[in-house]
Nanobody, 118 residues
Framework: QVQLVESGGGLVQPGGSLTLSCAVSGSVINIALMSWYRQTPGNQREKIASINEGGAVYADSVKGRFAISRDNTKNTVYLRLNMVEPEDTGVYYC?????????????WGQGTQVTVSS
């Protein structure tokens, strides 16, 4: 059974930094794409960053401030949040499009809360 477990959320001051991690475990054969989504209060879940062998792509709202990276040896994806703003407050979700012994498709983490406040 495939699991995605996020960590690293918490309270951070405006202008500060935070790193989120997401580890994929279980019967994984191949991970094609790993992404981070977030859901801010009153809004729908949006994709903010994704990474595959071809590189990384960012939403305009985080471009230049956030950085996604991936450690294939650990099946782990990271999201470094820099110069955070109160508008970055929300629940951050990890997503992986992968092939396991059961199926191919999207898998989700449980979400981790990030709160930007002084």
């Amino acid at each position: 059974q495939v699991q995605l477990v996020e960590s690293g959320g918490g309270l951070v001051q405006p202008g500060g930094s935070l790193t989120l991690s997401c580890a994929v475990s279980g019967s994984v054969i191949n991970i094609a794409l790993m992404s981070w989504y977030r859901q801010t209060p009153g809004n729908q879940r949006e994709k903010i960053a994704s990474i595959n062998e071809g590189g990384a792509v960012y939403a305009d709202s985080v471009k230049g401030r956030f950085a996604i990276s991936r450690d294939n040896t650990k099946n782990t994806v990271y999201l470094r949040l820099n110069m955070v703003e109160p508008e970055d407050t929300g629940v951050y979700y990890c997503n992986a499009y992968l092939t396991s012994y059961d199926r191919s498709g999207d898998y989700w983490g449980q979400g981790t809360q990030v709160t930007v406040s002084s």
